[in-house]
């Protein structure tokens, strides 16, 4: 029987992000013209934080959501109505119901403050970021404010794909259908391949041994990493005077989610290389179906790769110690 279950890669859309004219905001729900196609009612699902929501977290058996904006940072005024929004919602269905703050990853100093205020005013358990702002990446000096408020505050961030900049976009462009360029910009390929390199960057440039405490989640599996984790281990040895090497940070500063993968063969690797208490199921929803995620645990469970214990920690453990919640029985 599954245990409860507790996600922490679950999206909405807010309210003013569908309605701010910025040009900006427009290009970013441009980007999900394709989603919106190719999943029903995924629109409607993105907005909801509500009843619907609770539904669907019902049909997959999901305990307790740790919800959070989807991709496409907004500016700082956005992202305060964003977090508000999702308060609201939070404070509505508490038990059911966690936040994840959106930060205006542009801007450093702002994303401190924000991440200061949702934390402190509204509970949010972290924050969930986008991986690049425009193409560029946070390993710079300019965001040691931002890194420094996560260790103060004590809480991870979850470091989301995003789709890519324009400068980006022509690494995904060939002889091929506009979709495969779509694709493999973003879900196909793309999206696990720069939160990858954005990872490897923070540690190429000793974050973690300047913030030691810090804690990063990444989703989908660790976004590849795990199959190339010994070769890293072996290679990253040339890439400064970091303090601690690289196999310690990943067991002692990231932790990674099973968001919608639905397979065994990779666990398999994940579970030869990385630790069990680091390990955290997600769904990725709306753009995954709670079911899906489902169907997988009860798959995991049948296959006799992870003890009864194991399989809890996976389940919610893992996730009520990271984030300091508790998941309804």
Same mark, same amino acid.
């Given at each position: 029987?599954?245990?409860?279950?507790?996600?922490?890669? &679950? %999206?909405?859309?807010?309210?003013?992000?569908?309605?701010?004219?910025?040009?900006?905001?427009?290009?970013?729900?441009?980007?999900?013209?394709?989603?919106?196609?190719?999943?029903?009612?995924?629109?409607?699902?993105? /907005?909801?934080?509500? /009843?619907?929501?609770?539904?669907?977290?019902?049909?997959?058996?999901?305990?307790?959501?740790?919800?959070? %904006?989807?991709?496409?940072?907004?500016?700082?005024?956005?992202?305060?109505?964003?977090?508000?929004?999702?308060?609201?919602?939070? /404070?509505?269905?508490?038990?059911?119901?966690?936040?994840?703050?959106?930060?205006?990853?542009?801007?450093? &100093?702002?994303?401190?403050?924000?991440?200061?205020?949702?934390?402190?005013?509204?509970? !949010?358990?972290?924050?969930?970021?986008?991986?690049?702002?425009?193409?560029?990446?946070?390993?710079?000096? &300019?965001?040691?404010?931002?890194?420094?408020?996560?260790?103060?505050?004590?809480?991870?961030?979850?470091?989301?794909?995003?789709?890519?900049?324009?400068?980006?976009?022509?690494?995904?462009?060939?002889?091929?259908?506009?979709?495969?360029?779509?694709?493999?910009?973003?879900?196909?390929?793309?999206?696990?391949?720069?939160?990858?390199?954005?990872?490897?960057?923070?540690?190429?440039?000793?974050?973690?041994?300047?913030?030691?405490?810090?804690?990063?989640?990444?989703? %989908?599996?660790?976004?590849?990493?795990? !199959?190339?984790?010994?070769?890293?281990?072996?290679?990253? +040895?040339?890439?400064?005077?970091? %303090?601690?090497?690289?196999?310690? +940070?990943?067991?002692?500063?990231?932790?990674?989610?099973?968001?919608?993968? *639905?397979?065994?063969?990779?666990?398999?690797?994940?579970?030869?290389?990385?630790?069990?208490?680091?390990?955290?199921?997600?769904?990725?929803?709306? !753009?995954? /179906?709670? &079911?899906?995620?489902?169907? *997988?645990?009860?798959?995991?469970?049948?296959?006799?790769?992870?003890?009864?214990?194991?399989?809890?920690?996976?389940?919610?453990?893992?996730?009520?110690?990271?984030?300091?919640?508790?998941?309804?029985?």
């Amino acid at each position: 029987m599954v245990p409860p279950l507790i996600t922490l890669e &679950e %999206h909405f859309f807010s309210t003013a992000l569908f309605n701010a004219n910025d040009k900006s905001m427009t290009d970013i729900t441009d980007r999900y013209v394709e989603q919106f196609k190719a999943i029903p009612g995924i629109k409607d699902q993105l /907005q909801d934080l509500d /009843q619907r929501r609770l539904s669907d977290m019902d049909k997959g058996k999901v305990s307790l959501q740790i919800i959070s %904006h989807a991709p496409g940072a907004p500016n700082a005024a956005l992202c305060k109505a964003a977090n508000d929004q999702l308060a609201a919602a939070v /404070q509505k269905n508490p038990e059911r119901f966690a936040g994840f703050a959106v930060l205006p990853v542009s801007e450093p &100093e702002e994303c401190a403050g924000e991440l200061e205020r949702t934390v402190k005013q509204h509970g !949010f358990v972290g924050a969930l970021i986008d991986c690049h702002a425009d193409g560029k990446y946070f390993d710079g000096d &300019e965001y040691d404010v931002m890194w420094k408020k996560f260790e103060e505050l004590d809480v991870p961030c979850y470091i989301h794909p995003a789709w890519p900049s324009d400068d980006m976009e022509p690494r995904f462009t060939g002889n091929f259908t506009s979709g495969a360029t779509k694709s493999l910009g973003a879900s196909g390929w793309g999206w696990h391949n720069e939160v990858a390199l954005h990872t490897l960057r923070l540690y190429a440039s000793c974050k973690f041994d300047k913030f030691p405490k810090l804690k990063i989640i990444i989703g %989908h599996f660790g976004e590849m990493v795990p !199959f190339m984790l010994e070769r890293i281990a072996k290679l990253s +040895v040339r890439w400064g005077d970091q %303090h601690r090497k690289w196999k310690q +940070v990943w067991d002692e500063n990231i932790w990674i989610t099973t968001s919608g993968v *639905w397979s065994l063969n990779p666990m398999r690797t994940i579970l030869a290389n990385t630790k069990i208490d680091h390990i955290l199921y997600s769904v990725d929803y709306p !753009f995954e /179906q709670n &079911e899906n995620g489902l169907k *997988w645990m009860d798959e995991l469970e049948e296959s006799g790769l992870v003890t009864k214990e194991q399989l809890d920690m996976i389940a919610y453990k893992n996730s009520e110690k990271l984030l300091r919640v508790t998941a309804p029985q």
